[in-house]
T-cell receptor, first 112, second 114 residues
Framework: EAQVTQNPRYLITVTGKKLTVTCSQNMNHEYMSWYRQDPGLGLRQIYYSMNVEVTDKGDVPEGYKVSRKEKRNFPLILESPSPNQTSLYFC???????????FGDGTRLSIL | SQQGEEDPQALSIQEGENATMNCSYKTSINNLQWYRQNSGRGLVHLILIRSNEREKHSGRLRVTLDTSKKSSSLLITASQAADTASYFCATDGPGGTSYGKLTFGQGTILTVHP
């Protein structure tokens, strides 16, 4: 089954404790992207990747890092999480940019 | 500022009625996409319309695009309770440094009452 898998689905953690949210897709897509969703703000793009070893900043990249060492994986790293990063995060992929994206089920992060 | 902005923010209708949602954007685009999100779940792609298209249909969905007004509308005909969800438009840039950037609007919450 074609899917985008995010882990964990839920996480409560404390300020400053490094965390990684994993994202994996099994569709051999070149393009992957991370978004955060906050009430009243819709989805905002954090980082995206056109292909392996190619990543670019979206609209809200501050406080986040990503890497793309393999085509299927695109982890989101919060080196020193802060409460303003409490949000619902989505990973998505598509064959190429500007094509319909497949979304994961989301990761709800709470940073205390 | 938001590239894609939907209105209304919320829409409540009875089953069987039509639902229309609008999206406005600010810069030129390649494509405009509509997505649906059930509460707390991932987004599901509904339809993509290219900048050189004016109208597109998919089942009970009809999307129009007016690039001169930088606006799009999503019409759901004969709505069902199962259509209750949030609907988002998403736009991408014309290319260059915008290639790969996708901007979502704030969404319209549609409630369809049985």
């Amino acid at each position: 089954e074609a899917q985008v898998t995010q882990n964990p689905r839920y996480l409560i953690t404390v300020t400053g404790k490094k965390l990684t949210v994993t994202c994996s897709q099994n569709m051999n897509h070149e393009y992957m992207s991370w978004y955060r969703q906050d009430p009243g703000l819709g989805l905002r793009q954090i980082y995206y990747s056109m292909n392996v070893e190619v990543t670019d900043k979206g609209d809200v990249p501050e406080g986040y890092k990503v890497s793309r060492k393999e085509k299927r994986n695109f982890p989101l790293i919060l080196e020193s999480p802060s409460p303003n990063q409490t949000s619902l995060y989505f990973c998505a992929s598509s064959p190429v940019p500007n094509q319909p994206q497949h979304f994961g089920d989301g990761t709800r992060l709470s940073i205390l | 500022s938001q590239q894609g902005e939907e209105d209304p923010q919320a829409l409540s209708i009875q089953e069987g009625e039509n639902a229309t949602m609008n999206c406005s954007y600010k810069t030129s685009i390649n494509n405009l996409q509509w997505y649906r999100q059930n509460s707390g779940r991932g987004l599901v792609h509904l339809i993509l319309i290219r900048s050189n298209e004016r109208e597109k249909h998919s089942g009970r969905l009809r999307v129009t695009l007016d690039t001169s007004k930088k606006s799009s509308s999503l019409l759901i005909t004969a709505s069902q309770a199962a259509d209750t969800a949030s609907y988002f438009c998403a736009t991408d840039g014309p290319g260059g440094t915008s290639y790969g950037k996708l901007t979502f609007g704030q969404g319209t919450i549609l409630t369809v009452h049985p």
